[in-house]
Each structure stands twice: as C-alpha cells, then as structure tokens.
C-alpha cells in the first residue's frame, strides 16, 4: 500500500509561481514512476507531468512545457511539481500518482495509486 499526500495549493496571481509537494507513506517511491495530473470543474482530468524512478527522465503535456517542472527527492519520499507563469487555465486541482513500474507514463490509467488532490486557483 502507498498513501500519497499533495501539499503547497493555494490562490496565486496570474504570471506568479507555486510549488506542489507530494508526500509518500507506506512504501518508499524510489521504485515508482511518477505522475501530476489536474482536473478543472467540467473538465476531465488530464496528464501534466511525469517522471521515472530515477528522476532522470521526465515528460510534460504540451500546455505546461516550458513553466512547469516535475522532480522527485527519494530519500525525503517526496515528488515535487514546481509552476511558473501561471495562467487562469492552470485552475485546477492537481493530483499525484504512483506507478506499480518505474517507467514514466503519461497515461492515467496507468498509474495504482493517487492522492486527495491540492486546488491550485490562479486569479487574473
């Protein structure tokens, strides 16, 4: 069992930065892939960003390429999610995920495990 925790949401201007924190417990995540994922109100959830086990390889969907950036600290069991040049489409909450395999993957199904999800609102 893995229980994942987001952190860091919050209200942030537009143009103006925020990094989300994803705690693990119950297992260590040095052997998981992992991913951020975001649901705006009527939308479904899509993928941001991923990152394997090792942290050397990362991928990010096209609307967040350039702004956002995903990493991880495996000895502090922690994935971070770093955001800048925030826009109102950013609005959403995030979510993180965990793979049952190391790889990075952008595909939701993919992924076991999830956390409660961190509302990120960007005014204009």
């Known amino acids: 069992q893995v229980q994942l925790v987001e952190s860091g949401g919050g209200l942030v201007q537009a143009g103006g930065s925020l990094r989300l924190s994803c705690a693990a417990s119950?297992?260590?995540?040095?052997?998981?892939?992992m991913g951020w994922f975001r649901q705006a109100p009527g939308k479904e959830r899509e993928f941001v960003a991923a990152?394997?086990?090792?942290?050397?390889?990362?991928y990010y969907a096209d609307s967040v390429k350039g702004r956002f950036t995903i990493s991880r600290d495996n000895a502090k069991n922690t994935v971070y999610l770093q955001m800048s040049s925030l826009t109102v489409e950013d609005t959403a909450a995030y979510y993180c995920?965990?793979?049952?395999?190391?790889?990075?993957?952008?595909?939701?199904?993919?992924?076991?495990?999830w956390g409660q999800g961190t509302q990120v609102t960007v005014s204009s």
């Open positions: 995920a965990a793979r049952t395999r190391g790889l990075a993957s952008t595909v939701e199904y993919e992924y076991r495990y």
């Open positions: 119950g297992r260590t995540l040095s052997d998981y892939g």
């Open positions: 990152i394997n086990w090792r942290g050397d390889s990362t």
